[in-house]
Nanobody, 121 residues
Framework: QMQLVESGGGLVQPGGSLKLSCAATGSIFSIHGMGWYRQAPGKERELVAG???????NYADSVKGRFTISRDNAKNTVYLQMNSLKPEDTAVYYC???????????????WGQGTQVTVSS
C-alpha cells in the first residue's frame, strides 16, 4: 500500500521561510506527477504547485516567485520551499502524487495527511 508522509510545517513570522517534504512509502513502481495543495479555513482546497515526471513545474499566481517545488526521484520525495511567507499563506498543506504500484497496475492518486502552516507575528 502506498502512503505519503509529510513534514516541515509550523509557525513562522511574515517574511519567513519554511520547507515542506513529502515522502512516498510502500510498494512503488513509479511516480508521475507530484503536487502541493492547500486548504485554508472556510475555503476550498487549491493547487499551490505541481511538478511533472520530466521536471516541468506550474504554480498558482499567488505563490509565483516565492515558492519552489522540486522532487528527488531516488527518494520518491517532493519538496516545497516557501519564502517570503504571508499571513494569507496560512493553511493546511497537502501533498499529492500520481503513482503506480507495479508495471501493470492502474494509477493511484494518493494524498498526504496534511501539515499545518501558520504565518503570524
Amino acid at each position: 500500500q502506498m502512503q505519503l508522509v509529510e513534514s516541515g510545517g509550523g509557525l513562522v513570522q511574515p517574511g519567513g521561510s519554511l520547507k515542506l517534504s513529502c515522502a512516498a512509502t510502500g510498494s512503488i513502481f513509479s511516480i508521475h506527477g507530484m503536487g502541493w495543495y492547500r486548504q485554508a479555513p472556510g475555503k476550498e482546497r487549491e493547487l499551490v504547485a505541481g511538478i511533472s515526471s520530466g521536471g516541468s513545474t506550474n504554480y498558482a499566481d499567488s505563490v509565483k516567485g516565492r515558492f519552489t517545488i522540486s522532487r528527488d526521484n531516488a527518494k520518491n520525495t517532493v519538496y516545497l520551499q516557501m519564502n517570503s511567507l504571508k499571513p494569507e499563506d496560512t493553511a493546511v498543506y497537502y501533498c499529492n502524487m500520481k503513482a503506480y504500484g507495479s508495471e501493470w497496475s492502474p494509477a493511484s492518486i494518493i494524498w498526504g495527511q496534511g501539515t499545518q502552516v501558520t504565518v503570524s507575528s
